[in-house]
């Protein structure tokens, strides 16, 4: 049974910066590429950033390109997405998702995934 678990969520002021961990059990991690998304109170997910299964590729929404960076530990099955310059519009529902590609680009829309966690809260302060 696939199972990814996302932590680090919290509240947090503008400015600040958060690390959320998404812990993946039950599937051959290294063979996945992984991705973060979003989703605000009435609003659609939406593709945060992704990283390729061996973590030499990397892609971003725009609206966090040198504010966020996803990383990932194939050893210990874990991927990670590093938070700075957290901005009030940030606040949502981080969600953790595993799509099984073989090669780039990763997938930003979520039906491309094949799994995903169930979420931790962001929330930003102004």
């Known amino acids: 049974q696939v199972q990814l678990v996302e932590s680090g969520g919290g509240l947090v002021e503008a400015g600040g910066s958060l690390r959320l961990s998404c812990a993946a059990s039950g599937l051959f991690f290294s063979s996945y590429y992984m991705g973060w998304f979003r989703q605000a109170p009435g609003k659609e997910r939406e593709f945060v950033a992704a990283i390729s299964w061996s973590g030499r590729s990397t892609l971003y929404v725009d609206s966090v390109k040198g504010r966020f960076a996803i990383s990932r530990d194939n050893a210990k099955n874990r991927v990670y997405l590093q938070m700075n310059s957290l901005k009030p519009e940030d606040t949502a529902v981080y969600y953790c998702?595993?799509?099984?590609?073989?090669?780039?680009?990763?997938?930003?829309?979520?039906?491309?995934?094949?799994?995903w966690g169930q979420g931790t809260q962001v929330t930003v302060s102004s």
């Open positions: 998702a595993a799509e099984r590609r073989q090669w780039d680009p990763a997938g930003t829309r979520p039906s491309e995934y094949d799994y």
